[in-house]
């Protein structure tokens, strides 16, 4: 075998091997042991016919799809060894006629890393909104642990339903006076508000009372799951048999004990007021760190090959595929729903893969000029995060992360380069008043 390497270019490596007669031989020879054990001719048994004789019925060429497939990964293999070639994702091929007894070449196109020239990473001027955290934040917060350690109670009889109120009730549904499938339960919880019937539904129940009965006409959606309804108007009669009120509860320091691990009032609003903080200077690092890759991307030349764009963009498929089945939605159904296929969400894709390869490339490239490392007491602070969130002992958090180690070390290269960027960058923060107007 001989490989040659002919061009660089674009970020892609192309390769022309030239495999000779033997190996394509023992490529044919290993194609007819696997062909053959399907195939039987008069007077041998499956399995048992020679090659000669297969050859001579069916064509030599009934073994070349099965012969390349044996050669080409080998001989591929071996060249890119030869040649010095780092592939980073998978290659295309180009195979030349197959002659028996003759040797024949194949060319492949790798995709390799692309020479990434940056720019002046330095004093890169971005903006982000002022976060600010307020008493009223707080305060809301401490709303919402009230809503939801509310206590439901029994409304009297003569007191109406309203909003936020969940109304136990026996209904029937009927199109024409006739009832119809799934339109009937028995004593049904429902929240006023929580729109979750039938638009319209909840709305004329809002007012009902203890005992009451009534009828609710709502019409179906036009879009509605069941095309037996869909677009239908639909009378329920409807029995309220009981309401029950969310009733907020007395913000003291006996509440904050049976809620939290605080003793005072006071102590859980300092607590508050800490991690409303601490989330603010996080969304604000998010997006100061989003804001300035995209301008460094515009300062630096960094040639992607489409193949490593497209198997990046495969990965993001099965994220998003993981995703929906942790959802419940199985990929086909939620494609059905929206009227997309696999290759216009795979394309879809593409824009946001081909920007985080180019991240990717772009910091890969800022450690390597910058010399960034990584210490090992800063591996061991990470391996500590990770067993506190994780709730694992230092010693199994380290044993799972031993495999990918390679990987952690250089992600935390990474956001060492990010703060390098950050250190060096002129950070505006904005407000409302301070941004600049709209014109037209």
């Keep these: 075998m001989e490989a040659r390497l002919e ?28 062909v053959v054990k399907e195939v039987s001719l008069p007077g041998f048994r ?11 019925r069916f064509g030599t060429e009934i073994l070349y799809q ?29 195979i030349d006629e197959i002659n028996v007894g003759e040797a024949f070449t194949f060319k492949a196109r790798i995709p390799v890393k692309p020479e990434v020239i940056l720019g002046d ?80 539904y909840e709305e004329q129940v809002v007012g009902v ?20 309804l869909a677009g239908k108007e639909a009378v329920f009669t409807i029995k309220v048999n009981k309401i029950e009120t969310k009733q907020i509860r007395d913000l003291d320091d006996s509440f ?51 193949a490593v764009v497209k198997e990046h963009a495969d990965i993001m498929l099965r994220q998003f595929e993981y995703r929906m089945n942790s959802q419940g939605l199985d ?24 920007t985080k390869v180019k991240y990717d490339f772009l910091l890969e490239k800022l450690v390597e000029e910058k010399g960034i490392e990584v210490s090992d007491e800063e591996i061991n602070k990470h391996i500590e995060e990770v067993a506190n969130n994780t709730g694992l002992s230092i010693e199994d958090a380290r044993e799972r992360l031993e495999e990918i180690m390679e990987g952690v070390t250089m992600q935390l290269k990474v956001d060492k380069a990010i703060d390098y960027l950050l250190d060096k960058a002129i950070i505006i923060e904005t407000t409302p008043e301070t941004e600049a107007p709209v014109t037209d």
């Design 66 to 94: 099965d012969a390349i497939e044996y050669i080409v990964p080998l001989a591929y293999e071996e060249a890119v060894k030869q040649l010095e070639i780092v592939p980073i994702a998978q290659p295309t091929f180009d």
């Design 256 to 306: 904050v004990q049976e809620v939290s691990e605080f003793e005072t009032v006071e102590e859980l609003r300092g607590s508050i007021k800490q991690n409303l903080l601490e989330q603010a200077e996080g969304r604000k690092r998010d997006l100061m760190r989003q804001e300035l890759l995209n301008q460094a991307l515009q300062r630096c030349e960094i040639p992607v090959a489409e």
């Design 121 to 200: 990473l330095e004093g890169i001027e971005i903006s982000v909104p002022a976060f600010e955290v307020t008493d009223q934040d707080v305060e809301n917060r401490i709303n919402d642990m009230q809503t939801r350690y509310a206590q439901l109670v029994v409304k009297a009889d003569d007191e109406a339903a309203v909003n936020g109120d969940t109304v136990y009730h026996d209904f029937e549904g009927f199109i024409d006076g006739v009832p119809f499938a799934g339109g009937k339960g028995e004593n049904y919880p429902l929240e006023l508000g929580s729109n979750t019937f039938i638009p319209g």
């Design 46 to 56: 499956k399995g048992r016919v020679p090659r000669q004789l297969l050859e001579a």
């Design 331 to 354: 990929l086909n159904q939620y494609l059905q729903i929206t009227g997309s296929s696999i290759d216009k969400l795979r394309e879809s894709l593409y824009p946001e893969a081909e």
């Design 209 to 228: 009372k203890t005992g009451e009965e009534k009828d609710v006409t709502v019409k179906f959606p036009e879009d509605y799951q069941s095309e037996e």
């Design 7 to 34: 061009k660089i270019e674009h970020s892609e490596a192309y390769i022309a091997v030239e495999v000779d007669a033997e190996q394509l031989e023992e490529g044919l020879q290993k194609a007819y042991l696997k």
